[in-house]
């Protein structure tokens, strides 16, 4: 199979799809892998590493929209990439679809079969293709959150981890899964006081097993939730609807009641976030204040570290890469009920319940696309 990886154009966003171990690994397979000149040098490999591990360069995307059987990306296509996508072509990428009709209607016109890797699922329930970003975004959160927190970024000036005589910052962290608990990981590092809320309480017990009396447990009620606001001088959104938008926990009312200048890091951005006064931002201008509060929600987070970003994403990807390529995709799909679950449009067919419900557009069940 010819595979192609274009470099990302999304702003500030210097991901890559495969690194040369990952290429070499297809190319063993017997595969053919064209890369886009320059498409890792924002994660600092170069183009003679691709080119050592087995790759053809190309200059520019043309070649490989134009060639490749397969295109592996990170994140979702962007307008003029959809205009190049072709009916007998797989995507493989990050597209959150749920809450951006414009590119669902693109992707369905592109008569492509698109497998998104943040709905791929696992043997134990988990997104194994979501986690690895999951935890880099947890983890990033609380350390742009003490940043905005600052005076001349905007914040309240507020140091998270306070100074003797002086009290941490209190962090509010909603949803206690792999953003939670990475971001609680970090937010305890850096010496804040960390609360974190949800409606599991399977979750919460997970987390009270993890930290101890180090982080406080909230079940999450709508009466919990405002009165934690109040106290907030980071609020951290971290809940996670698998493929379907992200339920408002945070109505505009309550940014009223919490402290001018405190902070909003909205990590579910990408599902549409979960506060009502969210709306995306990039890292090129990364935040918006909404009655005296600082909103940061940038829907790629983790290409602000690319190369850590890239090496643990492909470490999770490489093996269904390799299946898809290996068997073709209506194979891997039929004889993978995990990987199968990732497919979210096929020939200009949604076949992904939660984004057919959040455009409100019929469903055809990924067993009729795959003659199952």
């Not at 960390?194 to 309480?201: G, L, W």
């Not at 935040?287 to 970003?309: E, F, K, L, Q, W």
Request: with cysteine; hydrophobic share 40%.
């Amino acid at each position: 199979m010819r595979i192609g990886v274009p470099k990302e154009i999304k702003d500030n966003e210097y991901r890559v799809g495969l690194i040369p171990s990952s290429v070499t690994e297809l190319v063993q397979h017997g595969h053919e892998v064209i890369v886009e000149a320059g498409a890792g040098n924002g994660a600092g490999i170069d183009d003679v590493a691709y080119r050592d591990a087995g790759a053809e360069l190309c200059e520019g995307p043309d070649l490989i929209f134009e060639t490749a059987e397969l295109i592996v990306k990170v994140k979702e296509p962007q307008p003029l990439e959809r205009t190049k996508l072709r009916r007998d072509q797989t995507l493989f990428g990050y597209f959150h679809l749920a809450p951006d009709a414009q590119q669902t209607r693109d992707l369905m016109q592109s008569g492509a079969n698109c497998i998104a890797y943040e709905t791929v699922t696992s043997l134990t329930g988990g997104l194994p293709l979501l986690t690895p970003m999951s935890e880099v975004a947890g983890r990033l959160a609380p350390q742009v959150g003490a940043h905005w927190l600052e005076k001349p970024a905007g914040g309240r000036g507020v140091l998270l981890a306070g100074v003797p005589g002086v009290p941490a910052a209190e962090v509010v962290i909603l949803g206690g899964g792999v953003v939670g608990t990475h971001a609680a990981t970090i937010g305890l590092g850096m010496g804040a006081n960390v609360i974190v809320v949800d409606r599991s309480p399977d979750a919460l017990r997970k987390i009270d097993l993890r930290f101890g009396n180090a982080v406080r447990t909230i079940f999450s009620t709508r009466a919990a939730i405002a009165e934690l606001v109040k106290r907030a001088d980071l609020l951290i959104g971290a809940v996670l609807l698998p493929g379907a938008k992200a339920p408002k926990i945070i109505s505009r009312e309550m940014l009223g009641v919490m402290k001018p200048g405190s902070v909003i890091v909205d990590v579910a951005i990408d599902q549409g976030g979960c506060c009502e006064s969210s709306k995306p931002t990039k890292h090129s201008d990364p935040t918006y204040i909404v009655d005296g509060i600082v909103h940061y929600c940038v829907t790629n987070m983790p290409g602000a570290v690319p190369r850590t970003s890239t090496f643990a994403l492909n470490n999770a990807t490489l093996p269904f890469v390799l299946a898809i390529a290996d068997k073709g995709w209506r194979e891997a799909l039929r004889s993978d009920a995990h990987l199968r679950a990732g497919l979210n449009i096929s020939d200009g067919k949604i076949t992904s319940l939660p984004v057919g419900k959040a455009h409100g557009l019929p469903i055809t069940p990924v067993e009729e696309v795959l003659g199952l």
